[in-house]
């Protein structure tokens, strides 16, 4: 077996293994086949997809802006999916599929149009479109702060619940949609593993291999806005996964994005699901939100790749 077949085997098994231990994380019987079902199947499921999705949009992005700390809330997408949101549970919006799918992807909807507008007239360079992603992305943030302070207050605890990632509202319908979009979201994303290939050398240098830069740059953002608006909406905001995963696979076996992608996806969707089983764990019989585990795991790393960067010096 090759070397890649077999990390592709190792990651595989390890994604297989973390599904097994989130379905028996907890006191499980015979009688308790039907809640496990019901509610952990769900729950296992969107986690991968999630998790898949968060990795395969961060790989796809830190391409697009030729910067290893680029994530898939540095657009803004996440802001304006949990804007959204909160406008939902304010106003008693039941989602379409998991939980607040509806309102937030309407939010994200509009946010991404927003940034494909200026995807299409911005042909500087990627670096006006990476801060208009972040001016959006306070926007959304302050936009959420002022509507939840003149909403309900008795509603304010499980809107700062679902913002910090919440799988717990997972159903299988809603879960099997998500992970099959996630699934077809990211082969799209994968296709155009050559064109970000030659992005990594610069737009001067993918325009001279032939690359439609403004063209990639429009479909790269169209298709990761869909899939961190469909993760978001599925499960709130849960960080730093789309910014660890593709640097650790990036390590791993280098940057060409025909590996990168499908290995950052199964790694990602790895990751969450075992996240989500420290969730249930650590405080138990409480749970934590996903997110506050993948926040705790991925700052330190977050600090440790940004110091490296700039404590050590570049070899000439």
């Known amino acids: 077996m090759k070397p890649i077949k077999r990390i592709y085997f190792y ?5 297989a293994i973390a599904l097994i231990l989130n379905l028996k994380t ?7 086949l039907q809640l496990l079902l019901a509610l952990r199947l769900p729950r296992a499921l969107l986690a991968s997809a999630v998790g898949m999705g968060l990795a395969v949009a961060g ?7 030729t910067n290893p700390l680029c994530e898939p809330y540095t657009l803004g997408i996440s802001s304006g999916s949990a804007l959204g949101a909160v406008i939902g549970l304010s106003w008693g919006v039941e989602g379409i599929f998991v939980g607040l799918a509806g309102p937030a ?3 994200a909807s509009v946010f991404s149009s927003i940034l494909f507008f200026i995807a299409h007239r911005a042909r500087q360079g990627s670096s006006t479109l990476l801060l208009s ?4 992305g306070f926007l959304g943030s302050s936009l959420v702060a002022v509507w939840m302070a003149l909403s309900d207050p008795n509603g304010i605890q499980g809107i700062l619940y679902w913002l910090l990632g919440d799988l717990s509202r997972a159903r299988l319908q809603g879960s099997l949609i998500t ?24 737009e001067e240098g993918a325009l001279s291999l032939g690359i439609s830069v403004v063209t990639i740059r429009q479909r790269t953002i169209i298709l990761t806005s869909l899939l961190v608006a469909v993760c978001v909406s599925s499960a ?12 650790f696979i990036r390590k791993l076996v280098g940057s060409l994005h025909i590996r990168l992608i499908p290995l950052a996806a199964l790694l990602g969707a790895t990751t969450l699901t075992l996240a989500d089983c420290l969730s249930r764990i650590i405080a138990r019989p409480y749970e934590l939100p996903v997110g506050v585990i993948t926040a705790l795991l991925g700052a330190p790393i977050y600090l440790w790749i940004l110091l490296r960067g700039i404590l050590l010096p570049k070899e000439k």
């Not at 990651?11 to 994604?15: A, P």
């Not at 790989?59 to 802006?65: D, E, G, R, S, T």
């Not at 992603?133 to 959006?136: N, T």
């Open 11 to 15: 990651f595989i098994l390890t994604w």
């Open 26 to 32: 907890g006191p499980i019987s015979d009688a308790d």
């Open 59 to 65: 790989a796809a992005l830190q391409a697009l802006f």
């Open 105 to 107: 992807f309407l939010g």
């Open 133 to 136: 992603g972040v001016m959006l």
């Open 179 to 202: 992970l099959i979009t996630t699934l077809v979201l990211s082969f799209f994303i994968w296709r155009h593993s050559r064109a970000m290939d030659a992005l990594l050398i610069g």
């Open 236 to 247: 709130g905001m849960i960080g730093f996964v789309g910014l660890v995963i593709p640097h």
